[in-house]
């Protein structure tokens, strides 16, 4: 049986092209290109990321012309790099910016074909090219494998270094000896009065980073850190941004219907606004997070360090099973969250999460806060629970937060109670 059966399967995969041309002449003149056999194994694989149809037709089209260019400019696969690819996309018709022209779309996917066949030159890593560089690398490593830093802390981390490396040494060679005091508080200054926030303790974070470093490797003594003073910022001089409880169900509200797009957003925004998860949280739950018959949401660790188990809401769960159940293609990803066009990939990032929730409040006319994103979710999740009476551990307990000083920013939003503790104004006018 099985003898039979896989000729079948086999020749299937060979035809694979007749199921989206119809034409003889379209047919032969794919087939007898020089991309011909490889038409199938592209399609197929298209057909696999559920691609529409019609994108199939276009991407096949598109890299048949490209082979086609490669085969009269004398290239061969093997001579295929990034360079090459640019040139030839730089010769087709212009494109609104920031897109592809309509023959390039599916060159990646070709590739990617390619490169799975081993068919492509290997691609290096960059060498590092100056004194710079190399520091860089070491930097990177020991970020890396000394101090455990997630990747995205590494990269604001080495961002900066590389502008701290500019402001001391330009383009020359890398002296550690001659930096002094002045160079630190100097840059460290210049650099936070262009930040705002948390963010203007980045600079002095990253440079006693890169100081430490040079005290661990013994290219500089103990004591230049101190030179990197962090700016003075008043602990709670701030109210944390929220939202208002009509704020919240408009934004929900918004993605009411039943497409694709709305089922997921509104499964995102409901986990935000009721469990004040993190942006990065919700892109990492995975099928297996959710325990369905004890009603929880299992939040791996990540910033904190530890796993914490929520409770699952009843209208949270009811967002997220509409998702599952009829918004979410059939994928082997067991990330919850996918795009709704193909490929049917998870998010490439927490900032995708964070867009998500900014639209929506954008587009219910939310204004008036510096920042619009998943964390003013958060915010307001932690705010409501203090106003309905939770403590400051469970609200920590929620949000996973360490330390109670951290909730204790909420504190000042309870504004009925604070004014039952306010003292009088010692002025004539009250």
């Keep these: 049986m099985l003898s039979v059966l896989y000729p079948m399967i086999e020749e299937k995969e060979q035809r694979m092209i007749e199921t989206y041309f119809a034409r003889t002449s379209t047919l032969d003149r794919l087939r007898s290109g020089p991309l011909g056999p490889d038409l199938d194994a592209l399609a197929s694989a ?29 290239h061969a696969v093997t001579e295929v790099t990034p360079t090459l690819v640019h040139r030839y996309i730089s010769g087709l018709p212009r494109s ?27 691609q290096h890593e960059a060498v590092p090219q100056t004194a710079a560089d190399h520091w860089l690398l070491r930097y990177a490593q020991y970020l890396e494998q000394v ?39 100097d840059f460290v200054r210049h650099e936070a009065t262009a930040k705002h926030g948390g963010g203007r303790t980045l600079p002095s974070t990253t440079v006693r980073s890169v100081l430490r470093f040079l005290v661990f490797s013994g290219e500089l003594a103990p004591g230049l850190e101190a030179a990197a003073l962090t700016p003075r910022q008043w602990t709670h001089a701030t109210l944390p941004p929220r939202l208002t409880g ?19 957003n509104r499964a995102i925004l409901m986990l935000l606004a009721r469990l004040g ?33 929520l409770p699952l809401a009843h209208d949270v769960g009811t967002a997220v099973a509409a998702y599952l159940c009829r918004g979410r293609v059939v994928t082997t990803s067991r990330v919850i ?54 403590s400051f551990k469970e609200v920590a307990d929620v949000l996973g937060h360490q330390s109670l000083q951290t909730t204790g920013i909420y504190a000042k939003l309870d504004l009925p109670a604070l004014a039952a503790i306010a003292l009088p104004w010692i002025g004539a006018v009250q």
């Design 277 to 309: 998860l993190r942006a990065h949280e919700v892109a990492a739950l995975c099928l297996e997070d959710i325990n369905w018959h004890a009603a929880h949401v299992v939040i791996r660790a990540g910033k904190s360090r530890h796993e914490r188990v």
């Design 46 to 74: 298209l057909c696999q990321q559920g691609y529409a149809r019609d994108s199939i037709r276009r991407y096949l089209r598109g890299c048949d012309q490209f082979a086609r260019w490669l085969c009269q400019h004398g």
């Design 337 to 390: 969250f996918l795009h709704c066009r193909a490929p049917f990939r998870p998010f490439a990032d927490p900032a995708a999460i964070s867009r998500i929730a900014a639209r929506a409040l954008a587009h219910v006319g939310v204004t008036g806060y510096t920042r619009l994103g998943a964390h003013v979710f958060r915010h307001t999740a932690a705010s409501t629970m203090i106003n309905r009476g939770a």
């Design 246 to 264: 009509a704020d919240v169900e408009r934004a929900l509200a918004l993605y009411a219907g039943e497409t694709p797009v709305a089922l997921r």
């Design 96 to 122: 609104p910016a920031g897109k592809l022209p309509p023959a390039a779309e599916g060159l990646g996917h070709l590739l990617t074909l390619w490169r799975q066949q081993h068919r492509l030159p290997d």
């Design 147 to 185: 101090c455990g830093i997630a990747v995205s802390t590494r990269q604001h981390y080495l961002r900066m270094a590389r502008r701290f490396l500019a402001a001391c040494f330009g383009t020359g060679h890398v002296d550690w000896h001659a930096v002094q005091a002045y160079h630190i508080a």
